[in-house]
């Protein structure tokens, strides 16, 4: 039973990922720790948003920005590494609740202001740096990537593939990484087969949905889905 609704949690959480292009990990993260425990929620949920994330990129391949794509892992990575040395190290969880009441915050805020707000430049890197050091740590760095991404990439298409394309290759790593750690046990095993076709439903349906709506609500959606997981964040913490 356990399996099953954490199957259902991904399903709806996927299709969110493929209209937006981040937060199906967030959102199925919650349910799976509760589910399947917080180590094999981790390793499922990187296997499966290689597959995912890299389904949504093939599906919108020429749109990738590949420019911003190299600043974007090239940033990130080195600090998500920092991340993962810095969660086997020390005790996090009050830093996750001030990292739920921030994004929770910034997505509020925007979706309620008349315009969009953009960080000079310096602030922009500074948020980036901290989204692949938030990555690392909490596998959340989503959120604050998506405060940076709405500034450089005003084509909702171009985000779309271009956020697709980062979780591809970080979640390609992390997964890696939790290979060798022995985190793909017979149980991961299982629910990752069961939510394949689930994870390619989802994708394709949410590319669908998401082709079709405008850009100003596109960024409304989001804001929305980034207020939603502060919220996740912050009270799950």
């Known amino acids: 039973m356990s399996e099953a609704i954490f199957c259902i949690a991904f399903f709806v959480a996927y299709t969110v990922q493929g209209i937006t292009g981040f937060a199906g990990n967030m959102f199925a993260m919650p349910v799976g720790i509760h589910t399947l ?11 499966m948003g290689v597959m995912a994330c890299g389904l949504l990129s093939l599906l919108n391949f020429k749109s990738i920005d590949w420019h911003e794509l190299g600043r974007i892992i090239g940033v990130m990575l080195p ?14 969880g009050a830093l996750l ?16 202001s008349k315009r969009q707000r953009f960080l000079p430049s310096w602030a922009q890197w500074v948020v980036l740096a901290a989204a692949g050091l938030i990555q690392g740590m909490f ?15 005003q084509d909702k298409h171009r985000f779309r593939a271009t956020l697709s394309m980062v979780w591809t290759v970080l979640n390609l790593l ?7 750690g022995g985190a793909f046990t017979p149980v991961v095993v299982n629910v990752v087969l069961a939510c394949i076709p689930l994870a390619a439903l989802a994708t394709v349906l949410g590319n669908w949905v998401g082709k079709r709506i405008s850009k100003e609500h596109f960024l409304k959606i989001a804001y929305a ?3 939603l997981i502060g919220a996740l964040l912050l009270f799950s913490a």
């Open 174 to 180: 992390y997964a890696g990484i939790a290979f060798q």
């Open 139 to 153: 596998i959340s760095g989503g959120a604050l990537l998506v405060i940076y991404a709405v500034q450089k990439i």
């Open 225 to 227: 889905v980034l207020a």
């Open 97 to 112: 609740r001030v990292y739920g009441l921030i994004i929770m915050g910034v997505g509020l805020y925007n979706l309620v």
């Open 37 to 47: 425990g917080m180590g094999e929620s981790i390793a499922v949920l990187n296997a």
């Open 79 to 92: 600090f998500m590494l920092v991340g993962i040395w810095v969660d086997n190290v020390v005790s996090l």
